[in-house]
């Protein structure tokens, strides 16, 4: 992160705003081309009753990427109530979580806003690609627009408050330092911003990775589940050519980054 530069104003999302990149950063696609559904070779037809299918998957019917659409459609309908959950969930954040109270302040301090109206909460479908990956999310940030929280992948309130935590913290990088998002004069941004915001949000306390995921490792944990998250993050930037410049730009600033826990006096959580 460099020096402190004039503070941009933090506009508002109009209701149902999409989270695009800005329009003078448009890139190319990185991944992938997207796998759809075929029935013939899935086993999962979208136009048999949910229970059917469901049935079919446990049954060894449906293929791993027939289960994976079966997913999606049941989150396509769902999306209403997994919105209002979200909802729900965030304005309880707002009202009661100590991290996200704290971070709003901060956000507030250098000119900038963050509530029900550029927070949202919307599903965001999952991508197959051609190389058998899925491409998942639980929330983004745009500067012009604010905050969006996947409502389909919320698991809990705490799961949300980790998300919005971890949003808001780049909420904060970017008013307090324009961070160069995409990569195009430097990665390292990119990189410093997703270092401090998987570190700060909770979302690499040993709790979280020990019985969510499965990460048992006391030596080393939060320093690894950070790392990691973040040549994750950068490895997704369009200007990123692969996993070896991922965690080549990830270690050039690890020191600073990782020590660097403003606005923050240390790491709480």
Same mark, same amino acid.
């Given at each position: 992160?460099?020096?402190?530069?004039? #503070?941009?104003?933090?506009?508002?999302?109009?209701?149902?705003?999409?989270?695009? #990149?800005?329009?003078?950063?448009?890139?190319?696609?990185?991944?992938?081309?997207?796998?759809?559904?075929?029935?013939?070779?899935?086993?999962?037809?979208?136009?048999?009753?949910?229970?059917?299918?469901?049935?079919?998957?446990? #049954?060894g019917k449906i293929t791993p990427e027939g289960a994976f659409h079966y997913r999606e459609s049941?989150?396509?309908?769902?999306?209403?109530?997994?919105?209002? =959950?979200?909802?729900?969930?965030?304005?309880?954040?707002?009202?009661?979580?100590? #991290?996200?109270?704290?971070?709003?302040?901060?956000?507030?301090?250098?000119?900038?806003?963050?509530?029900?109206?550029?927070?949202?909460?919307?599903?965001?479908?999952?991508?197959?690609?051609?190389?058998?990956?899925?491409?998942?999310?639980?929330?983004?940030?745009?500067?012009?627009?604010?905050?969006?929280?996947?409502?389909?992948?919320?698991?809990?309130?705490?799961?949300?408050?980790? =998300?919005?935590?971890?949003?808001?913290?780049?909420?904060?990088?970017?008013?307090?330092?324009?961070?160069?998002?995409?990569?195009?004069?430097?990665?390292?941004?990119?990189?410093? =911003?997703?270092?401090?915001?998987?570190?700060?949000?909770?979302?690499?306390?040993?709790?979280?990775?020990?019985?969510?995921?499965?990460?048992w490792t006391l030596t080393q944990q939060f320093q690894d589940c950070v790392r990691k998250r973040?040549?994750?993050?950068?490895?997704?930037?369009?200007?990123?050519?692969?996993?070896?410049?991922?965690?080549?730009?990830?270690?050039?600033?690890?020191?600073?980054?990782?020590?660097? =826990?403003?606005?923050?006096?240390?790491?709480?959580?």
């Amino acid at each position: 992160m460099g020096a402190d530069i004039q #503070t941009p104003n933090f506009p508002s999302a109009e209701a149902g705003a999409s989270f695009p #990149t800005p329009p003078n950063q448009q890139k190319p696609d990185p991944f992938p081309a997207i796998v759809k559904n075929d029935p013939a070779r899935t086993g999962f037809d979208p136009r048999t009753a949910w229970w059917v299918n469901y049935f079919r998957i446990l #049954t060894g019917k449906i293929t791993p990427e027939g289960a994976f659409h079966y997913r999606e459609s049941r989150y396509k309908a769902h999306e209403a109530r997994d919105c209002a =959950t979200c909802e729900s969930y965030r304005d309880h954040a707002f009202a009661h979580s100590p #991290t996200v109270r704290f971070l709003r302040e901060k956000v507030e301090s250098l000119n900038g806003k963050l509530d029900k109206d550029n927070v949202v909460c919307r599903r965001c479908p999952a991508r197959l690609t051609e190389d058998g990956q899925v491409h998942r999310q639980s929330g983004g940030f745009s500067p012009g627009h604010g905050i969006l929280i996947c409502a389909n992948e919320v698991r809990d309130r705490g799961h949300l408050e980790d =998300t919005l935590a971890h949003e808001m913290v780049h909420a904060w990088d970017h008013l307090r330092w324009k961070v160069d998002w995409v990569g195009d004069k430097d990665l390292k941004h990119a990189a410093c =911003t997703e270092i401090r915001a998987s570190m700060l949000s909770g979302e690499c306390r040993w709790t979280r990775e020990s019985f969510t995921r499965g990460n048992w490792t006391l030596t080393q944990q939060f320093q690894d589940c950070v790392r990691k998250r973040a040549v994750q993050s950068v490895l997704a930037r369009p200007r990123c050519k692969d996993d070896v410049q991922a965690v080549k730009v990830v270690n050039q600033v690890w020191d600073s980054c990782f020590s660097d =826990t403003r606005p923050f006096d240390e790491v709480y959580r």
